[in-house]
């Protein structure tokens, strides 16, 4: 991926930054951004925020959650 022209960093980098912030916050925290991301029949994530849109499942946000528990490690506080 490309460099960001202020930064320096790449996009890559600046990712895996936000993913370690939420993976040092709270399990509460990732707990709520998993809530209600569930697949309908169909295999679409049924979250009501994507209720104007279709998102398959795991939609971005679970996506996002996981990912943030894999690189927490041990369960976090």
Do not use: N, Y
């Not at 029949?41 to 049924?46: A, K, L, Q, S």
């Amino acid at each position: 991926m490309g460099q960001h022209k202020q930064t320096g960093h790449s996009t890559d980098e600046a990712f895996r930054a936000f993913v370690d912030e939420l993976a040092a916050g709270t399990a509460e925290l990732l707990t709520r951004m998993k809530l209600g991301h569930e697949p309908d029949e169909h295999g679409w994530c049924r979250h009501t925020t994507h209720e104007h849109h279709w998102e398959s499942h795991p939609c971005p946000v679970l996506r996002l959650a996981q990912l943030a528990e894999i690189s927490a490690g041990p369960p976090i506080q």
